[in-house]
């Protein structure tokens, strides 16, 4: 099935919109720096609710590999980038952290980083934004602190931040992790897919609200996967799903979001097709795959360059980009 890819791209000055083919180019405002291993996250903090999106940190892709400390703020209404790092110090220089909206608290968690286990929330106050360092009471030995996922939801009627896989910590490989922001408490749920002597990393993990789940895709033990997992908070238990017709090729380092009613997933280390694919949970919640092609697409991962993607209601598009070297930011629209 056809759908829609366009291309937004990067530069540092103004200039009226062109049609290039099949390519929407937007230059912009102001230029961001390619990245790597950056988090990216449809968030509230602007004054109009969740129209804006959010990219903290990275590590450069410019030739220096600097580990960078920024943030900046995406909106889709205009198409322009805003520079929003706080002026006091925050978390400092990292890189694959994570990063996912809280809504009990206002504000974004950034858990993690290369080396670094700590959770720190970012916030508007009457300047722009401010870090805070969110106090930690407990600890169990600490969740895998690269190459995770962490999404937001609802553990124990409690808002909550799960953090599965990676590699790092002392912690079974498959263990599951819940931190409750409100009381600065880690605790530990149901084991996931895996095994002790093996780490799924480089996978996502995306938090599908009106199902109450979690749902994991893909990633990498000794290779590309292409299973899919859901994890209920609500009875501590996961369940692997079985969806109908053809699926995805095996990869990670891929991108994946939710829709409201659907799983978009796309590029990744093996993911070398022409599109995106789309999983459903119809007729029931195994529920079914299905391929998009498009003549234009970002293109597939030879060597692990990973980006980041989100969810835009607004504008009911994904947002893509910061993969490897290049200032460039992909949209796409399911089709019809």
């Known amino acids: 099935m056809a759908s829609n890819w366009s291309i937004v791209m990067l530069w540092g000055w103004q200039n009226s919109s062109q049609i290039l083919g099949s390519y929407h180019f937007f230059p912009a405002l102001r230029v961001t720096r390619g990245r790597l291993d950056r988090s990216f996250i449809e968030s509230g903090l602007a004054a109009a609710k969740k129209q804006c999106l959010h990219v903290p940190g990275g590590c450069s892709r410019d030739g220096s590999n600097v580990v960078l400390q920024d943030v900046w703020e995406y909106w889709p209404s205009n198409a322009s980038w805003r520079d929003v790092t706080p002026s006091l110090p925050g978390p400092g220089p990292r890189w694959r952290h994570t990063l996912v909206w809280s809504e009990s608290d206002g504000g974004c968690l950034l858990f993690a980083g290369a080396s670094n286990l700590e959770v720190w929330l970012l916030q508007p106050n009457a300047s722009g934004y401010q870090w805070s360092a969110v106090s930690v009471v407990s600890n169990p030995s600490a969740p895998g602190n690269r190459l995770h996922t962490a999404v937001a939801a609802n553990v124990d009627g409690q808002s909550a931040m799960l953090v599965y896989g990676g590699i790092g910590g002392t912690n079974p490989k498959q263990r599951l992790f819940a931190f409750f922001p409100h009381n600065g ?31 994991v895709f893909g990633g990498a033990i000794t290779g590309g996967l292409n299973d899919l997992h859901a994890y209920s908070p609500a009875t501590d238990t996961w369940q692997q799903l079985g969806p109908s017709g053809a699926l995805p090729n095996g990869r990670l380092g891929h991108v994946a979001v939710w829709t409201g009613s ?7 280390q093996g993911g070398n097709e022409d599109g995106a694919w789309v999983w459903r949970p119809v007729p029931d919640l195994q529920g079914s795959w299905e391929k998009t092609s498009t003549s234009v697409y970002p293109g597939f991962d030879l060597d692990n360059k990973r980006g980041a993607a989100a969810w835009d209601p607004f504008t009911s598009r994904m947002f893509y ?16």
């Open 185 to 215: 408490t880690w605790t530990t749920r149901a084991n996931g897919p895996g095994s002790n002597s093996f780490v799924r990393y480089s996978h996502t993990a995306v938090w599908a609200a009106e199902l109450n789940l979690m749902l």
């Open 321 to 336: 980009g910061f993969r490897g070297t290049a200032d460039f930011w992909w949209s796409y629209q399911l089709p019809g």
């Open 262 to 268: 659907a799983m978009i997933v796309a590029s990744g």
